[in-house]
């Protein structure tokens, strides 16, 4: 069975893409694979670049932030439509490798958050064994 994509692992999940918490948005992702990294791509205008928090252990990625509302006090003006979420948001990724956290990077330019995440490599050992032969009973 050949091995599945990223990307088909996550469409295949039920939550993909989750948040641990009910109270947290979601921003719109994208994530998709070139090469030996995949890429995530999230839509976070108008957040200040110091909300951003990105963590990684094992094979998780968690993306969070806060996007502070535009008015002093949003109850003293009257909206017509309100679409975009304030708050804190949060992200969770899991992937079906593990990750270099090392070599994770991350760019935050014209409303996006983009982060490429490197596969960890496993690392090979070549171990010499010694093959120990019983001396035999005559």
Same mark, same amino acid.
């Not at 999230?42 to 957040?47: F, K, P, R, S, T």
């Not at 502070?68 to 304030?86: K, N």
């Given at each position: 069975?050949?091995?599945? %994509?990223?990307? &088909?692992?996550?469409?295949?999940?039920?939550?993909? @893409?989750?948040?641990? %918490?009910?109270?947290?948005?979601?921003?719109?992702?994208?994530?998709?694979?070139?090469?030996?990294?995949?890429?995530?791509?999230?839509?976070?205008?108008?957040? &200040?670049?110091?909300?951003?928090? $990105?963590? !990684?252990?094992?094979?998780?990625?968690?993306?969070?932030?806060?996007?502070?509302?535009?008015?002093?006090?949003?109850?003293?003006?009257q909206y017509h @439509?309100?679409? =975009?979420?304030?708050?804190?948001?949060?992200?969770?990724? !899991?992937?079906?490798?593990? $990750?270099?956290?090392?070599? $994770?990077?991350?760019?935050?330019?014209?409303?996006?958050?983009?982060?490429?995440?490197?596969?960890?490599v496993p690392q090979?050992?070549?171990?010499?064994?010694? =093959? $120990?032969?019983?001396?035999?009973?005559?």
């Amino acid at each position: 069975m050949p091995e599945r %994509s990223l990307l &088909d692992h996550f469409l295949s999940s039920p939550r993909p @893409l989750f948040s641990l %918490s009910s109270q947290l948005w979601n921003p719109p992702t994208d994530v998709y694979e070139s090469g030996e990294a995949t890429t995530i791509k999230i839509e976070v205008a108008g957040l &200040d670049e110091s909300e951003l928090r $990105i963590t !990684a252990q094992s094979n998780l990625l968690v993306v969070r932030g806060r996007r502070v509302h535009g008015h002093a006090d949003p109850a003293s003006v009257q909206y017509h @439509l309100m679409e =975009i979420r304030y708050g804190e948001f949060e992200r969770v990724l !899991a992937f079906s490798f593990d $990750i270099d956290e090392a070599g $994770i990077k991350a760019d935050y330019e014209r409303g996006f958050l983009v982060i490429q995440v490197p596969r960890l490599v496993p690392q090979v050992t070549r171990v010499q064994v010694k =093959i $120990i032969q019983e001396a035999s009973e005559d």
